[in-house]
Structures are given as C-alpha cells and as structure tokens.
C-alpha cells in the first residue's frame, strides 16, 4: 500500500522543465546566438593555447642545440648546418651571414657593425612577431567574453521581466526560466574568459623569456662576426642574456658620467 502511493505522489509530481536545455530553449534564437559565440571564443582560446606553447617548446627545444655544439663549429656556415632548417635561430645565423655579405658590396662608409646590428634586429622582430601571433585574440576573449554573457543576462532578465508584466504576478514558474537562462550566460562567459586570460599571460611570459634568449644569441653572433671568429662563447649562458638586454636599454636609460677636468 505504501509502494503504491509513493507511486502515485511520483507520478503526480511535477516534471523539472527548469534544466539547462529548457532555458536555452526559451531564450531562443538570440541565446542560442550568443552561446555559439562563447563556444567558438572557448575553443579558439585552447587551439591558440595549444598551438602556440607547441611552437615555443619548439623554439626551446632548438635553443638546446645551440648549447651542445654550435659554438664548436669551426665557422658559423658549419654551425648553421648544424641546426633546424626553418628555425628561429637558424633564421639569426643566416641573415647575420647574408648581412656581412651585403655589407662587402655597399659603397657608403656605413660601419658593419651598425649595419649587421640593424639587419638581426630586424631578424629578431619578425621572430617575435610570429610568436605573439594569436595571442591578441586570447587578449581579446578575456576582455570580451564576461560582456557577452553579460549581454545573454541583461537579455533573459528583460525576458523574466516581460513574463511578470503579462502574467500580473512574479511567480516562480514564469521568471525562473528567463532567470536561470541569465545566470547560465553570465556562467560561461566568465568560463570562457578566465581560461583565456590566463593563457595570455603564461604565453606572454615565455615569449618574453624567448626574447631574452634571441638577444643574447644575436649579440654573440654579431660578435663573432665583426671579430672573425676570435670572439666565441663555450654556450649561450645567463650572463650573455643580461648583458643582450642592457645593450638594448636606450642611451638616455644609460647613466651620464661627467668628464674629467
């Protein structure tokens, strides 16, 4: 007898149309709109997130080779064979040897070492450059998604609104849809945008670190070329990075020593 009321009261119960179908389905075409737009921005962020730390291992996985035996190479055309072709440092070791080259043929008195400077930093630009491809995009997800869903809330609240005003009372089953529907796009907008801005700022911080590592790279290879070879490090060290970077500080940056009378 228990069984068969239990049954009954079951049977009789209510059915859940509040899920998360039900209320996207209730906010219609601009929900469904404006959810699909939060799933492309998702899954750009982790193609861009996944891609991008592909290619920077990438990069640093090269920079290993540079550190077992390039500078063992009796020359840089040896050294150079010795690395990926396509590869960023590859990239820096042939447009320093094109620029020695090109600088041979000049007739001004525009000094090698300036004109070899110019030529891999402009090498080390179009590097980075590559490198922070993309990533204006997870810029622009973390900065945009939370005002997409946000526009998907202002929306189901407006709706909730309407259904209060026809029905004459703001009873539970007229404003838990539009609700519900409002509170889910606020949900995922904010999924969207926190993994997105967290991928920005991790591929920043490598890119940054990879930057250090072109700079120090470029400055030893620009000297072993204006010293014909004389000047080679045993391996790209910390040191070397630091001292890339301070070179590159603007000369106003630099500390002004007076003269001596």
Known sequence: MLIELLTVAADAA????????????????????????????????????????????????????IQAGFWRAGSLKEGATKLEKN?????????????????????????AHDWMHGSLARSEA??????????????????TAPFVGLLGTVIGIYRALINIGLA????????????????IMTAIGLLVAVPAVLAYNWLQSR???????LAGFSTDLLANI?????VRPAAMTK???????????????????????
């Open 168 to 183: 004459g009372s703001a009873s539970i089953d007229k404003v838990a849809g539009p609700v519900g529907e409002a509170l």
């Open 87 to 111: 590869s960023a440092w590859r990239q820096l070791v042939d447009d320093g040897l094109a620029a020695e080259a090109q600088h041979t043929q000049m007739t001004d008195s525009l000094e």
């Open 14 to 65: 209510p059915q859940n149309q509040f899920g998360f179908m039900e209320a996207m389905e209730q906010g219609g075409v601009i929900a469904w709109s404006i959810f699909t737009v939060l799933v492309i921005m998702s899954v750009g962020s982790f193609y861009i997130l996944i891609t991008k730390w592909m290619e920077q291992q990438k990069v640093f996985n090269q920079f290993k080779q």
């Open 226 to 230: 204006n010293s014909k070879g004389a």
């Open 126 to 143: 179009a590097i980075n450059s590559k490198l922070a491809g993309g990533l204006p995009f997870l810029a622009s997800v973390g900065a």
């Open 239 to 261: 040191a070397s990075t630091q001292q890339a970077g301070a070179a590159a500080k603007p000369a106003a940056a630099r500390p002004v020593t007076a003269p001596k009378a």
């Open 207 to 213: 890119n940054k670190r990879i930057a250090e590592l």
